[in-house]
């Protein structure tokens, strides 16, 4: 089994690598599906979230109020170590049964947005980085996710530098162009995974 750490920035295009490497074959598990899943509603986790933060972090329907939540933990580390406390095992733990669940031959990518921050790099056979230049990421999250610059630019300064993501990665996809040119370049990617992983085996 290849383990490929996937990571990039917010609007450098890590979505559609992850989507494109699903559809040549890979195992994608995302980190933070898994994250959404395991505070679901009726779930262990979230009962576990409630009983630390409080009935105010529940939408009316039931489910996790993530943008009440967030204001909460952001705001204070402490708060934030109490939660990522509750929240981190559950997903470590689901994203191993995940991989269990894979064959032996696959090529598992981990979808991890956090992985530079967090200084995950060393539990990956590969990490994988997908770049793009700061004006780019900007315009991408002002045109395809309507917010304003000054939110984009603040959501990208809350993140991990391209010097820092690139410190960690064993391969860079650049995804300054086109969608074909990145296509093209997930395949050249791709074709690198299966030769490293049919030496595994």
């Known amino acids: ?53 409080g009935e105010r972090i529940l939408l009316p329907d039931g489910t996790l109020d993530r943008e009440r939540l967030g204001s909460i933990v952001f705001a204070d580390e402490e708060m934030r170590a109490r939660l990522n406390a509750i929240v981190h095992p559950l997903v470590g733990r ?49 045109t395809l996710r309507g917010m304003t610059e000054e939110a984009a630019r603040a959501r990208i300064a809350a993140q991990a530098t391209r010097e820092r993501r690139g410190a960690v990665a064993d391969r860079v996809i650049d995804n300054s162009g086109t969608i074909e040119a990145l296509a093209a370049r997930v395949d050249e990617l791709w074709s690198e995974l299966t030769r490293r992983a049919a030496t595994m085996a």
Do not use: H
């Not at 195992?27 to 509603?41: G, H, N, Q, S």
């Open 1 to 53: 089994m290849l383990r490929v750490g996937l990571t990039g920035g917010i609007g450098s295009g890590k979505s559609e690598v992850s989507r494109r490497l699903a559809s040549l074959g890979a195992v994608v598990i995302d980190a933070d599906a898994v994250a959404r899943e395991v505070v679901a509603p009726g779930t262990a986790g979230l009962a576990e979230v409630v009983r630390e933060f």
């Open 94 to 142: 689901r994203m191993q049964e995940l991989v269990e669940e894979a064959p032996p031959e696959a090529i598992v990518v981990y979808d991890v947005p956090l992985l530079a921050e967090n200084d995950l790099a060393a539990l990956y056979d590969l990490v994988v980085v997908v770049d793009a230049p700061v004006e780019e990421q900007v315009r991408r999250l002002i």
